[in-house]
């Protein structure tokens, strides 16, 4: 994973590791969630810690959409919502 942008008590959101990364800034960019605690499927996860997972996830959907618009049209960014650590 790269570098961590934000993190609190539902994950951390993060940039990809440039290697891996399906497409480019030109094309929209990606953003990682992943969990406090690394699990392999996210049923894993305790009821608070999903709660708390699925409300960085919907808030950082909420910001990258209002990103996109603030900058006009282009390409949509990704958001990967990953539950384990690779």
Do not use: H, K, Q
């Not at 790269?2 to 960019?29: H, K, M, Q, T, Y």
């Amino acid at each position: 994973m790269g570098l961590i942008l934000f993190s609190c008590r539902g994950g951390a959101i993060a940039l990809p590791a440039r290697g891996p990364a399906l497409v480019g800034r030109e094309d929209g960019g990606n953003l990682i969630v992943n969990p406090l605690r690394p699990v392999w499927e996210r049923s894993e996860l305790e009821a608070d810690e999903l709660a708390a997972w699925t409300f960085l996830v919907a808030a950082t959907t909420r910001a990258i959409a209002r990103a996109e618009s603030a900058v006009g049209p282009r390409a949509p960014a990704r958001l990967s919502t990953r539950c384990f650590n690779s």
